[in-house]
């Protein structure tokens, strides 16, 4: 822990109410942030709450950070409340309906899996950037994945979304040369999540949680908190030269990748 790295310093974490977001918005607070915790889900009010019980400042806000009206407003909130905007986190995202492959898949899932997944920091960027830029400069961190780095590490529509969220990141971060806003990546592996209960309470009942992150060279899933520690380093200081990047933190999955293939002459539809 760096026990004041971020005094006096105004974060939006989205996805707050759990997992990755819960982990960050908490280590952001207890590092001396005030922290606007940002979800669509009732358990959001649970996260400014355990922030506040630690002697931490936040404030919920139930919002969909694929709305535009929305993340203008959490960035607006900011300003009224802490003054204004050090850091965002856009992390929110949803896998979508579809488990298969491309052809499993409808363009209405694809829709709204690119909407808030990739419109979504896309609008995190376009509201936050001018504000931190008047506080002298900062950090835009977006959750990608694995999954956006290769294929083979999810359902296609959340793949291409979280290969977007890198591209927008660099994008991002040649556009705002001179302002003193950094933007990065984080590229998360398998880590026990909302997003993943399934997955792992489907192991564990069937006595197979030994096997969960198999494929990774450190044969583990990984846990929220390895995620936030990458997450807060790159909203700090401590980064101030690492810019337009994607840090994959996987165990080590993304350096290979390895994946079950169709069987020759079986079609994919």
């Given amino acids: 822990m760096f026990e004041g790295r971020f005094a006096g310093k105004v974060a939006i974490v989205t996805g707050a109410a759990s997992g990755i977001g819960r982990a960050t918005a908490r280590r952001f607070a207890a590092e001396g942030a005030s922290v606007i915790a940002a979800d669509r889900a009732d358990a959001v009010e ?20 694929g709305s535009d009206a929305d993340v203008a407003g ?3 909130e900011a300003g009224a409340r802490f003054g204004g905007l050090d850091i965002f986190y856009a992390n929110a995202g949803i896998t979508g309906s579809a488990r298969g492959g491309l052809f499993d898949s409808s363009a209405e899932d694809w829709a709204e899996v690119l909407r808030v997944n990739l419109i ?16 002298g400069g900062g950090a835009i961190v977006c959750t990608a994945s694995v999954a956006g780095l290769r294929s083979g590490a999810g359902p296609a529509s959340y793949s291409a979304s ?21 933007v990065n990546a984080v590229c998360p592996g398998l ?23 198999q494929l990774n060279p450190m044969q583990r899933g990984g846990e929220p908190e390895e995620i ?10 401590d980064a101030s030269y690492v810019n337009g990047q994607a840090w994959a933190v996987d165990g080590g999955l993304s350096s290979s990748h390895p994946v079950t293939r169709q069987k020759p002459g079986q079609a994919a539809f």
Wanted: charged residues 20%; glycine residues 10%.
């Fill in 46 to 65: 649970e996260t400014a709450r355990m922030i506040a019980d630690a002697g931490g400042s936040a404030h919920a806000m139930r919002i969909d950070a």
């Fill in 74 to 76: 959490a960035v607006a």
């Fill in 120 to 135: 979504g920091p896309f609008l995190a960027i376009k509201h936050a950037a001018p504000e931190i830029a008047r506080r």
């Fill in 162 to 182: 979280k290969a977007g969220v890198i591209n927008l990141v660099q994008t991002a971060a040649q556009q705002l040369t001179g302002t003193g806003v950094r």
């Fill in 191 to 213: 880590i026990e999540t909302g997003m993943t209960r399934a997955t792992y309470e489907s192991a564990r009942a069937a006595g197979k949680e030994h096997k969960i992150g």
């Fill in 228 to 237: 936030c520690a990458v997450v807060t380093f790159l909203a700090s200081a």
